[in-house]
Each structure stands twice: as structure tokens, then as C-alpha cells.
């Protein structure tokens, strides 16, 4: 299986547009530590000719121009991306299906909750859906991906719900604490090829859980949350009011965080993705860089390649 | 008056996702004559510090990292936009509001119509509403472009209808040949400085019509819709099915078009802008590049900056 990260950054990429975090400021200068970096989504492929999305960033249209694998090949309208998986409805993982536009087959994966909102949003209706069809995701069951025609993709995916929340944009207050949130707003991946190779793509996690830990112990692979460096640092750094566990993402440090969480789980490789732009993680040279490689994590970054 | 074309193309951008036209081909290669763009806005100033984007597109976070007149300034969290005016509900025109992302004071300028799509799409919702207001824009009522705090920006736009067609993504098949299109769904805008500067911007446009001609008559500076080359470009050039009337757009070229209807109008500086895949004017050493440049027009190009 090849994986290729088209975007590692959370929700606004980095520098953000409106950000003058050190960390923003950084990347804007063009400081070789502080690599710019857009919003997460990952490429998936069998045989390393058709992909599969995981995620659609707002950032797609320049990813598949930094990314020559999403370029045509044959004949004058043509895209090797034949399918989109969506984890949740957030902006930074929906908004890319726009830059799909218009009359090119594929196939877009959600859970019937995800759907729902792309179906109630007549923005995407710009995705012509004589070409363009809408699969639903249930929650555990494996799905085998397939192109718009019906063939296979030799990849099968498995959603399953991890703790988290409702997009932004959809929150309702009225619902209290979890503003309405349901097990489907926000899903993990498994994925498999036909051939064997599986990982576990995991890009918002509020809260570890047993389940969740017995699922991913001994995986090959995992990309999991790195939003947030600690629990409190938007609001420590003055430039947000939320929370990591506000917003359905656990902090990559402490004693309840990712890194202890899934230290002792015998995972071959940990890659932090959707990784914010207060997060020192994102810069080469910081102590917190060197925590988390210390501990055995990669932080993974735009066109970062993985053959499994 | 300070404007910066932030995208010079068409919707889907040069070279598009999924275009593998020669053009496309060449821009994709690194071929200097044929370089990247970006889709098609404008940032306009009356100060040179604080700007209104004319149209939001999809590809704003990169227009914004490529053009530091709009990186923050002051504070951690900051932005020179102050407004954004929309001529139409294009998804070229209005995706890009995605990424202005989540908290910052703006104003959205709009056509009670176009306002009224962008509330039908709860997505948009990502703009906090405590921050960001939506103003509503009358046909030929000149309008005092203010910040969301109502400071004025010295700039006034008069918008004003040109003949077009509805967004793609809200036609409506079952209103005949103009697919429910109303006068409000493409405006073009006069923009006035406080200091008296002016142009005009007319992104989309379908027809010549007298009164258009009567209003442009004499102006310093008119950015055009620079579309298609010939009507029937994409049907022979095998990318596509419609002709550019059926898409709302005039040609270039021909006793009909664009270089025919304004060329004794006496127009001081004529700037083709919104350009797509497929027109050889894109590309700097065609003979139609030559044959505009000949005829007087300027063919924009991402980062052009003109001061009025």
C-alpha cells in the first residue's frame, strides 16, 4: 500500500491565515525549521496509480499540484483520485470537494450523518452527481472501495466512532455539553489492502479509550491527532478561548495525553497529523520536537511518502 | 487607489485538477510561458493597508501566503481583510469564504440573492456571525465599503447587473434557457476611491448590451471577463460539452466579442481576468496573447499590481 500525506496541518493549515503566533510568524519568514504546511488529508493507493483521499482539505487544488501522482495521465479530462473517504463534516476535511468540480467520475465515502450535510449544503452540488456518487459508511463494517464504475480499488476501509465532536459550523448549543453530538459525526479509518498491509488513520481523538487501545495495539502504523501540544495552549498563547478537549482533540503531551496513551500499545510507527499551528511539534528544533521523536513519534509533513 | 489580482483564471484554476489540454500540460511542465494561476478575485485599497476582496476563491489561503499586503500585522490574532464584496454565488466566487475561518471581524457584501445562498448553506456558518456581518448590496446603489465595526474604508462600490446565468450549482433546468436566472445572480461593480480613482470590475459577462457600453465609455481602467477565446473552444478542443454563451460568458475574440465591443470605447487600461484552461491568451508566446497585446488589452497574471 503507498500512503502519501498531502496536507499534516489542522484546521486553517500553517501559517494560518490570520495567525501571528510565533510559530505562524516563523513559517511566513520562510524559516527552513518551520516548513509550511496546508490542512490534513492523506492519499491512499494500492498500486500506486489510483487514489483515494481520506479527507478532502481546502487546500486539494494546490496538493495535486505539489503532488504529480493526483495529476492526469490519459486523455484530455482525467484524475487518478477515484474516491473520497470523509472522516467528519469539519470544514478543513469537506470544503476540498469543492475543487472537484465538476463532471469527473468518483465515488464520495461518509457515514449517512456526514452525507447528510453534504446533501443539505447545495454548494456541492457543483460535484455533478451523474458523475460523482455518494456511498454511506457504516459504522464497523468493513467496506471494500470501489471507482464510480463499480470496480475495485483493492482497498477496504472499516469506520469506527472515536470519541469526539460535531463540526464547528454545527454545533447546537441547545444539546449541551456534547452540542449534539453523535457517535457518527466523527469517525476513524482502518485501512487494508487486498494484500495484507493495514494502518489506522485517526485525525481527531478526544479522549482514549480501552476499546480504542485494544483496536490499534501492535498496528503497523498509525496516524493519529497531534492538534495540540497541551489542553490549554490557545488560550495560554493568547490566541484562541478553547480548549484541545473543547474542541474534541487530546493533547500529545502529559500524563493523559497521546503519547502516553499509546506508548506502551507496541506500535511500529506513530505519525502525528492535524497538527495545529500553536503546536511547537510543527518546528524542527524545539524541545517538544525532540520529546515526541525521543518517544518513537514522526511528525509527519506535506508530501511525507509511506510504503507499507 | 491600490488593486492586486490575487487570481487571474477562470473557475478550477490553471492548470485545473483534472485538465490534461495542452495548456494545462505546459503551466504543469514549469513551462515560463505558461505560468500558474490561481482563480480569479482582486484585492482593492484605499490606504495600501487595509483591503476588500472583490470574490473569495477557493484558493484564498494560497492568495493570501503569496501576497504578504494581506499577511496580519499587528497582535496574534490580525487581518488587512476588512470586507469581502461578491459579483456572483460562483464557487470560484464564494468557496473561498471557507477559509476565513472562524473569528475575525469582516463584512460580506452580497445581492440580497447571492446572501441569501450563502445562508441556504449552513457551511458558511464557519464564519462566526458575532464577528462577521453580511450586508446586503442594491443594484445601482452606490454603497461606502466599512469595516464590521462600520469605519469606512474609503471605497464605494455600485453594483450593477450584467447579462450572465445563475451559478452552475443552482440552475434550475425547469426555467428554460436562463435557468431561473434573475438580474441580481452577476453583478459587475463600478469601484470609486474617496480621492476620486475608479475602474471597473466585470468578471462575468455574456453580452454586450448598450447600457454597458454607455457606462464603461471613457474609464480609466475596466478588468473583463477574458473567459474563452472563441464560444466553441471547449467543445473542439474535446474538454467539455457547452459553449461560453451557455456558461454566461462573452468571447475574446470574433466581430462579436469582447476586443470588437470595447475597442472604440475609449477605455485607458482594458485587462482581461477570470481566464480559462482552455484560452490560448493564457499562454505568452501564442499569436493570441500577440493579437490582444496588439489590440490594446492586458492579459492579468497572479500578483499584477496597479495603482490608480
Redesign the interface.
Known amino acids: 500500500m503507498h500512503i502519501r500525506v498531502l496536507g499534516s496541518a489542522a484546521?486553517?493549515?500553517y501559517?494560518q491565515?490570520?495567525?501571528?503566533?510565533p510559530n505562524?510568524a516563523r513559517a511566513?519568514a520562510g524559516d527552513p525549521a518551520a516548513p509550511?504546511r496546508t490542512q490534513s488529508s492523506l492519499a491512499i493507493s494500492a498500486d500506486g496509480r489510483d487514489w483515494v483521499l481520506c479527507n478532502a482539505s481546502?487546500?486539494?487544488?494546490?496538493q495535486?499540484?505539489d503532488n504529480d501522482i493526483?495529476?492526469?495521465?490519459?486523455?484530455?479530462?482525467?484524475?487518478p483520485i477515484k474516491a473520497v473517504v470523509l472522516t467528519n463534516a469539519d470544514?478543513d476535511h469537506?470544503?476540498g470537494l469543492?475543487?472537484?468540480?465538476?463532471s469527473?467520475p468518483f465515488a464520495v465515502y461518509g457515514t449517512p450523518r456526514v452525507l447528510a450535510?453534504l446533501a443539505?449544503?447545495?454548494?456541492f452540488?457543483?460535484l455533478n452527481p451523474e458523475f460523482v456518487e455518494r456511498r454511506p459508511l457504516a459504522l464497523d463494517q468493513p467496506c471494500a472501495l470501489a471507482r464510480r464504475d463499480g470496480s475495485t480499488l483493492a482497498l477496504t476501509v472499516t469506520p469506527f466512532a472515536v470519541p469526539g465532536k460535531v463540526a464547528?459550523?454545527?454545533e447546537d448549543a441547545s444539546q449541551g455539553d456534547n452540542f449534539g453530538t453523535v457517535d457518527e459525526d466523527t469517525i476513524a479509518l482502518e485501512v487494508c489492502a487486498d494484500d495484507g498491509a493495514k494502518f489506522f488513520y485517526i485525525p481527531a481523538c478526544a479522549r482514549m479509550t480501552e476499546a480504542l487501545a485494544a483496536r490499534i495495539r501492535g498496528a503497523a502504523l498509525v496516524f493519529f491527532d497531534g492538534t495540540l501540544w497541551t489542553d490549554d495552549e490557545m488560550i495560554r498563547?493568547?490566541?484562541g478561548v478553547k480548549t484541545g478537549q473543547r474542541m474534541g482533540h487530546l493533547s500529545v503531551s502529559g500524563d493523559d495525553g497521546t503519547m502516553a496513551a499509546l506508548g506502551g500499545l507496541g506500535i511500529a510507527r506513530k505519525v502525528f497529523i492535524h497538527i495545529n499551528t500553536t503546536n511547537p511539534i510543527l518546528i524542527g528544533d524545539t524541545p517538544e520536537r525532540r520529546a515526541v521523536e525521543a518517544a518513537g513519534w514522526e511528525v509527519s509533513y506535506d508530501g511525507m511518502a509511506i510504503e507499507l
Chains 1, 2 share one sequence.
Open positions: 484546521g486553517g493549515g501559517p491565515w490570520n495567525c501571528n503566533h505562524s511566513r509550511r481546502p487546500d486539494l487544488r494546490q495535486i499540484n493526483l495529476h492526469p495521465r490519459e486523455g484530455l479530462r482525467d484524475s470544514v469537506v470544503a469543492l475543487n472537484l468540480r465538476e469527473q450535510v443539505a449544503n447545495s454548494i452540488n457543483v464547528l459550523w454545527l498563547d493568547g490566541v
